[in-house]
């Protein structure tokens, strides 16, 4: 038992280092203003038309690190600051954003499989957690329950590592197009590459998170006795 919560220190612990990474990384990046002088907006608009992607609205969405694609009413929405500002950082997120619309148009399996899971982790995962405590509480008595806690719970698990690849693709055709179409300076570009490095890296710490809590609650229920 010890050891698991040794285990659940060390991941909390590496979250927290890398969440302040990354805060650190966009905000030092958020300094370098791009040379071609074009907004976060801007950019993603550009990147959806050099794909012939035109049915995708770029909006502005209130809050930090609130940015996202919506693939039911397809926007890509850039928190205030990505879309306004003109700086590397911008560049990678919105960039960033528009490579899940273009997993979208292109029907990129990954997304698709994440998208089927969606319903069903809404589900699960609302009631995970209180199946899993009425388990534990009643361990001795019905440990079946707890079981049927840890079956609801591994799906979110799941989806956690099918997230991924999803992120991974996504910067890896931001930056590519960033590249291709000479956006950015080298400079820009290092730095691009480098913000979207550390936010990938917080989706792989959520995943082991995800996933060492799901062996805590199994060990749980083969010790019952």
């Known amino acids: 038992m010890m050891f698991g919560y040794i285990i659940f220190g060390a991941i909390a612990l590496l979250g927290g280092l890398v969440q302040r990474k990354l805060k650190s990384k966009f905000k030092k990046y958020s300094q370098i203003a791009l040379q071609n002088g074009l907004s976060g907006k801007e950019i993603a608009e550009?990147?959806?038309?050099?794909?012939?992607?035109?049915?995708?609205q770029v909006i502005s969405v209130r809050g930090k690190l609130t940015d996202h694609y919506n693939p039911k009413n397809k926007?890509?929405?850039?928190s205030e600051v990505v879309f306004h500002q003109r700086n590397a950082s911008a560049a990678a997120v919105a960039a960033h954003e528009c490579g899940h619309a273009i997993q979208h148009a292109t029907a990129y399996s990954?997304?698709?499989?994440?998208?089927?899971?969606?319903?069903?982790?809404?589900?699960?995962?609302r009631l995970a957690q209180f199946i899993i405590m009425g388990g534990i509480?009643?361990?001795?008595?019905?440990?079946?329950?707890?079981?049927?806690?840890i079956a609801f719970f591994a799906v979110s698990v799941v989806f956690t590592f099918v997230t991924l690849p999803v992120e991974y693709d996504a910067s890896k055709r931001a930056?590519?197009?960033?590249?291709?179409?000479?956006?950015?300076?080298?400079?820009?570009?290092?730095?691009?590459e480098d913000a979207l490095k550390w936010a990938a890296r917080t989706y792989v710490v959520a995943a082991l998170g995800a996933l060492t809590t799901l062996?805590?609650?199994?060990?749980?229920?083969?010790r019952r006795r």
């Not at 990954?110 to 995962?125: A, D, H, I, Y």
């Not at 930056?175 to 691009?192: K, S, Y």
């Open 46 to 56: 550009k990147m959806l038309a050099d794909h012939g992607i035109t049915d995708v």
């Open 75 to 78: 926007t890509v929405n850039l």
């Open 110 to 125: 990954w997304l698709q499989f994440r998208s089927k899971m969606v319903p069903t982790v809404n589900v699960t995962g």
């Open 137 to 149: 509480l009643a361990i001795n008595v019905f440990p079946q329950l707890l079981l049927l806690g």
């Open 175 to 192: 930056l590519a197009w960033l590249e291709n179409e000479r956006m950015l300076t080298p400079q820009e570009h290092d730095g691009a």
């Open 215 to 222: 062996l805590y609650y199994v060990m749980i229920f083969l």
